[in-house]
């Protein structure tokens, strides 16, 4: 079908008002839109969806919000936290004192010891229940106090001991002489000697001699040193009881009573040093320090209550084992055996 030349004419006409009439719509559209940055974006926002048209709706305020239904409570079933999975709370035990190995009364009887290993001489012995000692006491003469001397106390007899218990957890005796009374603690292989007299020195008038008998009675230095492997592993346990100790103690104590055991600690490490400076090679083996620290240890324990009789901790080091020598023959695959010999 054919249209005639007036119409095809008029449809021609007819579409450029249509695009001129869609020009008019964009450009419409664009005098709407901000200038603003800010609201330019909020217009495509809300155009493509990503703006607030994007939020969940609001619920309006004021409004109250009913609460989700509760499920049924059994009344048999157990209420939180009883029943058989609770377990009651139970407190800490309190903290218990290390107790270290007291020595034996007897352990050093017989042998010889010498003033920190040094010099002098003091050997106790045994006869039944009573006990004795012997002992030279090295000094210096009093009218030339640069020479040295010895003197055997109680005329070179042996001097009787007084036991007297173990207020400190060792054992303690008493010399009583006349010209040097001395208060002896029995420690682990060595001896720690007090002089109980009006100060640190006794004096032998008739002997010109004074003696300073306070300090470690030990073993020399040459039987020390091969041990200071074991006596440094003894050294730490002796350390961590004393401090363990002295934590318990100042624990247990209140207010005012705190500040007599801080000092009598300090007083404790400067009378271990002051003590032990002078022992033979005290560096090289630690044996002195390791002795008045054991001492310390157990005194405290003693004083907190604690049974000593059975120790918490071992201040021995264990010894290696000896290994065994190789026997000839025993080993089939050793160079030049013959395990087929003798069949």
Known sequence: ?????????????????????????????????????ARAQNFFEELFGIGRAARPPQPPRNVPVQPPPQQPVDPAAPAPGDGAETRPSVPAPPRQPVVLRVPAEDNVAGQELLLNGLNGSLKIERNGSAYTALMSLPGTKISQPTESCTVKLNGGKPVSLSAEGRAQGVSRFSASSAECPLRLEILDGSVLATPLGSGPACTFTAADCETTPSGLWGPGAASLIPQAGEFDTARGVADKAVRDNYKIMTQRSRGSDVRPIVQEQAAFSSD????????????????????????????????????????????????????????EGMNPDAPGAEPFADQ
Request: net charge positive; hydrophobic share 40%; proline share 9%.
């Open 1 to 37: 079908m054919f249209l005639p030349v007036s119409e095809k004419v008029s449809t021609i006409k007819a579409r450029p008002s249509r695009v001129a009439a869609g020009a008019l719509l964009v450009f419409a559209g664009l005098t709407v839109v901000p200038t603003t940055p």
């Open 272 to 327: 271990r040093e002051q003590a032990c400076r002078t022992y033979a090679r005290e560096g090289a083996h630690g044996y002195c320090h390791l002795r008045f620290t054991e001492a310390r240890a157990i005194a405290l324990a003693t004083r907190l209550g604690a049974n000593t009789a059975t120790p918490t901790a071992s201040n021995t080091a264990p010894r290696p084992r000896r290994s065994r020598a190789p026997v």
